[in-house]
Nanobody
């Protein structure tokens, strides 16, 4: 089993920034890809950003390109999501997940999921 714990969410004004963290433990591997997803009320969960096992390849949804940055620290087995220029439409519960194949791109078989952290952006 892999356990994922997200943190860093909160309430921020539009235009502000937050940095989310996702710490992995258990039977985790540095070879795993990692991804961030979000789900807003009444909407389906959507891919936000992903990173491959080495950190050299990153992937973003069009809606966050240029504003969000995903990174990872394999020594700490932690993945981060820096969110700048936040908009009210970024309001959602943000989840991190593991891609055991290592790729970290959108259409991968993400497996383990965290409990999520709430991000609320006020206008």
């Amino acid at each position: 089993q892999v356990q994922l714990v997200e943190s860093g969410g909160g309430l921020v004004q539009a235009g502000g920034s937050l940095r989310l963290s996702c710490a992995a433990s258990g039977r985790t591997r540095a070879s795993y890809g990692m991804g961030w997803f979000r789900q807003a009320p009444g909407k389906e969960r959507e891919f936000v950003a992903g990173i491959n096992w080495s950190g050299r390849s990153t992937y973003y949804a069009d809606s966050v390109k240029g504003r969000f940055t995903i990174s990872r620290d394999n020594a700490k087995i932690t993945v981060y999501l820096l969110m700048n220029s936040l908009k009210p439409e970024d309001t959602a519960v943000y989840y991190c997940a593991v891609d055991p194949t290592g790729w970290g791109s959108e259409a991968r078989p993400y497996d383990y999921w965290g409990q999520g952290t709430q991000v609320t952006v006020s206008s």
